[in-house]
């Protein structure tokens, strides 16, 4: 069955530092993954997606992620965090042959002045 | 814009009462989905349609219906709601084809008393 395992549950960084958030899937074949950002009494918003093709990804906000196939993987990174990036992040893989996403449990940032 | 709206932002309900959310889209999408969020559990799918009239369970349907008697709204109903079923409740939408991101509403926090 498939699955997305976020393994960091909580993650504090000071402003200005490098983000890397695991993201680790279970699937078949090609994944359709998507990296969400929640923020504080707010609903998901898309970060970016990744279907096929060049396997580094960029999205809003600055964020990229990269899918690595050999390591089921698809972490998101940020070079420089900002104190707005204080989130609640999720993975989340689209189940085949459907519209339907799996998501993790998702990773809480917390950002130091 | 594009707009998922839940009804209500907050709600408290008591044990035994039966409880409707709604979430309405103006996006013409095909997809609509409702989701439980609870901490450390990530966003879990209880119910999902695909169009008017049609529905699908989810991972976690026991204790919830639905109900889509018009594209643009999909309605959530606690028949009998229980303590256990207090939770953030997030609505999302979607276009058919797999590729596109799911849309959310901002969420109802729903508190069984």
């Known amino acids: 069955a498939q699955s997305v395992t976020q393994p960091d549950i909580h993650i504090t960084v000071s402003e200005g530092a490098s983000l890397e958030l695991r993201c680790n899937y279970s699937y078949g074949a090609t994944p359709y993954l998507f990296w969400y950002v929640q923020s504080p009494g707010q609903g998901l918003q898309l970060l970016l997606k990744y279907f096929s093709g060049d396997t580094l990804v960029q999205g809003i906000k600055g964020f990229e992620a990269e899918f690595k196939r050999s390591q089921s993987s698809f972490n998101l990174r940020k070079p420089s965090v900002h104190w707005s990036d204080a989130a609640e992040y999720f993975c989340?893989?689209?189940?085949?042959?459907?519209?339907?996403?799996?998501f993790g449990t998702g990773t809480r940032l917390q950002v130091f002045p | 814009d594009v707009k998922v709206t839940q009804s209500s932002r907050y709600l408290v309900k008591r044990t035994g009462e039966k409880v409707f959310l709604e979430c309405v889209q103006d996006?013409?999408?095909?997809?609509m989905f409702w989701y439980r969020q609870d901490p450390g559990l990530g966003l879990r799918l209880i119910y999902f349609s695909y169009d008017v009239k049609m529905k699908e369970k989810g991972d976690i349907p026991e204790g919830y219906s639905v109900s889509r008697e018009k594209k643009e709204r999909f309605s959530l109903i606690l028949e009998s709601a229980s303590t256990n079923q207090t939770s953030m409740y997030l609505c999302?939408?979607?276009?058919?084809?797999?590729?596109?991101?799911?849309?959310f509403g901002s969420g109802t926090q729903l508190s069984v008393l």
């Open positions: 989340a893989v689209g189940v085949y042959n459907t519209d339907k996403l799996i």
């Open positions: 996006m013409d999408h095909e997809n």
């Open positions: 999302a939408s979607s276009p058919t084809g797999g590729d596109e991101k799911l849309f």
